[in-house]
């Protein structure tokens, strides 16, 4: 794997050409209508030879096409279509087309209308001949001409390697003797704004106006009722030995924070941050010596969380954080904003380390790998991608939730659980294979988690409902409430230690 300093080196070296976004595939590709003659040139899938060229082949539909605006004299957008090395360059966008990788290439992906915006726009696909000719090349693994050979790069392995970290605590901590009276309680809950759950024990964690409600993930039965009072927690966050649970948020326009419980007793162990605006995306990382967040002031601030001082600032988005992320080996962290802006830093260092371009909207969510090999990322495009973090490839992109998808999270085996706008969660493979569809909420899909086993899946939706389904065959087990009665014994006091 390529260190995080020497990858440093070259991602900056890549951030020195021309920036224009994705848009360059996309103008490139939109003039991808052939005329009568190249498709005479370009022959029918029965009679091409084995053997597909570039300049043989692809050339002809490419250059009469796209050389006037993407040539080598005048490459608008950085790309030049008319030749060969212009187009493995690919531009400002990054590559367009990974030989013998025909799902990784952003050029087939678009084509063949398998992800948008369609090319070319508003008009049908290409004919099936000419389809079937990119589709070859590619999977040829891109030649320039009948001398060359094919170099593929191995495909990197989308199986999970063995996790890193201490593995399972000998007695993994679980909520003893909590407060069950809520802070606030309302007429009717709010949207349900973070979900967590313990990553060893059967507790699961329900953001409400004020407070965190813990449930048993076997059960269903309330467990304790934690006081938030800085407003309301838009991020919950267990930590790795599941001891800790941290929740971070606050008030729109006012104020934000994060403040660490001890899972156990319930005790308020420290506050750090004092942001001017709520807080929206926030981490612990592996040790629990740091805390990351950030949000509408689009700076991410890295704190320790020993002494509360700001170890770091990252000021590189340009719009609102929505999702910060440790990798579970604590070596990397990843930030994402509205403007689909997704980057992965040191996390010793704050240091830049990739910047994965693809998303074509706000990035709602990130997750990782439990190997800490692969980073997921949800996107208001609909979609969720995989990238892998040796040179940023992204290997796994597919259309999850129609509208927008808002939340994306790994369990422990490498599946995956994804919340949408189409009112949804769903549970997938390390693949990307969808393998259970839940019941529709009735309001749009906000946040989904699986059980500390995976047994279990607790999603919540904009209304404020909360359900917990069994993973297998999509029974609801449970509805739990962000909102419990009012009648649930003493009044809920919890110790106060550390920093506030």
């Known amino acids: ?46 009679d091409a030879p084995t053997k597909i060229t570039f300049d043989e082949h692809v050339r002809p539909i490419l250059r009469e096409n796209c050389a006037f605006c993407h040539s080598q004299d005048d490459k608008e957008a950085g790309l030049a279509a008319d030749s060969f090395a212009g187009l493995m360059e690919g531009g400002s966008s ?42 070859k090349w590619i999977e040829g693994g891109a030649l320039e001409n009948a001398g060359s050979k094919a170099v593929i790069k191995k495909k990197t392995s989308l199986a999970l390697a063995a ?33 967590a759950s313990s990553p060893w024990s ?23 009722v934690l006081p938030f009072e800085e407003g309301i927690p838009y991020v919950l966050r267990f930590s790795r030995n599941g001891s800790l649970l941290m929740a971070a948020g606050g008030r729109g326009a006012h104020s934000g924070c994060a403040v660490l419980y001890d899972v156990k007793t319930g005790r308020r162990l420290t506050k750090v941050g004092d942001e001017l605006d709520v807080v929206l995306a ?51 962290l990843a930030t994402a904003d509205r403007s689909n802006g997704l980057f992965v830093w040191e996390a010793d260092t ?20 439990p190997d800490s090999n692969v980073l997921a990322s949800a996107s208001m495009d609909g979609s969720v991608k995989l990238w892998e973090m040796n040179d940023g490839k992204n290997i796994k992109s597919w259309n999850a939730h129609g509208g927008g998808a808002m939340c994306v999270d790994y369990t422990h ?62 029974t609801q087990v449970a509805e739990l409430s962000p909102n419990p009665p009012a009648d649930q014994g003493p009044t809920n006091k919890v110790a106060v230690g550390g920093r506030s």
């Not at 990858?7 to 590709?29: D, E, P, Q, S, Y």
């Not at 699961?204 to 467990?223: F, P, W």
Request: include cysteine; charge should be neutral.
């Open 163 to 195: 996790p890193t970290g201490t593995g399972r605590p000998e007695n993994p901590a679980m909520p003893e003797g909590l407060g069950k009276a809520p802070v606030v309680h309302t007429s009717r809950a709010g949207a349900v704004t973070a979900v």
């Open 282 to 332: 926030a981490d612990i990382n592996d040790d629990q010596t740091r805390v990351a967040m950030a949000g509408p002031q689009k700076t991410v601030r890295i704190y320790s969380t020993e002494t509360g001082e700001v170890l770091h600032q990252i000021k590189k988005h340009t719009d609102w954080v929505y999702a910060i992320r440790y990798s579970p080996d604590g070596v990397l």
């Open 202 to 224: 059967p507790v699961v964690a329900v953001a409400g106006q004020k407070q965190i409600v813990l449930y048993h993930s076997d059960t269903g039965e309330l467990l304790g």
């Open 94 to 135: 990054g590559k367009v087309v990974v030989p013998g990788d025909v799902d990784g290439s952003r050029l087939w992906a678009l084509v063949s209308h398998k992800e948008e915006p369609n090319m070319p726009p508003d008009e049908d696909k290409l004919p099936d001949a000419q389809l079937d000719i990119i589709r």
């Open 350 to 369: 704050a240091r830049q380390y990739l910047d994965l371009r693809g998303h074509r909207g706000a990035v709602t969510d990130v997750s990782w790998r």
């Open 413 to 474: 085996d490498g599946r995956i659980v994804t919340a949408g706008r189409d009112k949804t969660a769903k549970a997938w493979n390390g693949d990307g294979q969808l393998q259970k569809q839940f019941p529709g909420f009735p309001e749009i899909a906000l946040k989904a988690t699986f059980s500390h086993d995976g047994k279990r899946v607790l999603a919540g939706d904009w209304s404020g409902q909360v359900r917990l389904w069994e993973a297998a065959d999509a």
């Open 1 to 46: 794997m390529m260190s995080c300093t020497s990858h440093f080196v070259w991602t900056l070296f890549r951030r020195g050409r021309a920036l224009a976004g994705t848009a360059i595939v996309a103008v490139t590709l939109s003039l991808l209508q052939v005329s009568p003659i190249v498709a005479a040139e370009a022959k029918p899938a029965g």
